[in-house]
């Protein structure tokens, strides 16, 4: 017995040491993180519409293309994931690579499906939209997402959200009842409702989006914790595959063959 318990404590004492855990952002980098985000993500959501629709007023007509740029910019996400990746290994040298399960990546690559379609819906309706009336009618996924939230992560409505999906309804409405209002220049009426039902539906097609992410995290991440990293790769994910729908887009309806004139 004495024999017996000398070794156990032997071979305590000379086993491997656990590994360190991972390292943690701190509530400063957080927070920068988030205000970070925030501020690239209302840039965007600001110039974007503007630059696609100065596109279409000066003859662009190439709705894949238009939809294959909003999310071509997705390599720039191996930049904080790369310096995330270091940052791990600089604590761990065994840190993996990535936090993705082929079960995330499969989930990933069907949401960035989903997003090349919403990309092409939001293209395709601003070509007969103003810039004021598509953000307004865009602001709708809110309520789409209030709704699809309470119907798939069972998320209850709030007094909040009933009020934002009112106010939201109401001003689609008024929007639909003054289309010679704010009918852009060529823009036939039917055109104009065209715009109209494309861009609604790519609202409710993001904000269908939405709780499905949550719902990956909820059923597929597991007990894993989604961290920033976590959340960058399922982006960088997303982007590729819905930059890939369109891609298919630009092939089928042959917009990689640009035609040059020069003048003389």
């Known amino acids: 017995m004495e024999i017996h318990s000398t070794n156990k404590l032997i071979s305590r004492h000379h086993s491997a040491p656990p590994p360190p855990p991972p390292p943690t952002l701190t509530r400063h980098a957080k927070l920068l993180l988030t205000v970070l985000n925030c501020l690239l993500l209302s840039v965007g959501n600001c110039s974007g519409p503007i630059f696609l629709r100065i596109y279409y007023l000066h003859g662009g007509r190439r709705i894949w293309l238009t939809s294959f740029l909003e999310t071509a910019g997705f390599p720039l996400l191996l930049i904080p994931l790369s310096i995330s990746y270091l940052h791990r290994r600089r604590s761990n040298p065994s840190t993996p690579l990535l936090h993705l399960t082929p079960r995330l990546l499969l ?66 409405v008024i929007l639909a009842l003054h289309t010679s209002g704010d009918r852009p220049a060529g823009v036939t009426a039917a055109g104009y409702w065209k715009g109209f039902v494309l861009t609604i539906g790519a609202a409710a097609l993001y904000g269908l989006f939405l709780p499905l992410v949550e719902l990956t995290y909820d059923k597929l991440a597991g007990r894993a914790a989604v961290t920033y990293t976590l959340v960058m790769e399922m982006q960088l994910v997303i982007g590729f595959f819905a930059t890939g729908f369109c891609a298919v887009g630009m092939i089928v309806n042959k917009d990689f063959q640009v035609k040059f004139n020069y003048v003389s």
């Open 107 to 172: 989930a990933s690559s069907v949401l960035g499906v989903i997003t090349g379609l919403d990309d092409f819906l939001y293209s395709y309706g601003l070509n007969f939209l103003p810039v004021s009336t598509s953000s307004v009618l865009i602001a709708s996924q809110l309520a789409f997402t209030a709704i699809f939230a309470f119907l798939i992560v069972r998320q209850k409505f709030t007094p909040f959200s009933v009020n934002a999906v009112a106010l939201l309804t109401i001003g689609a």
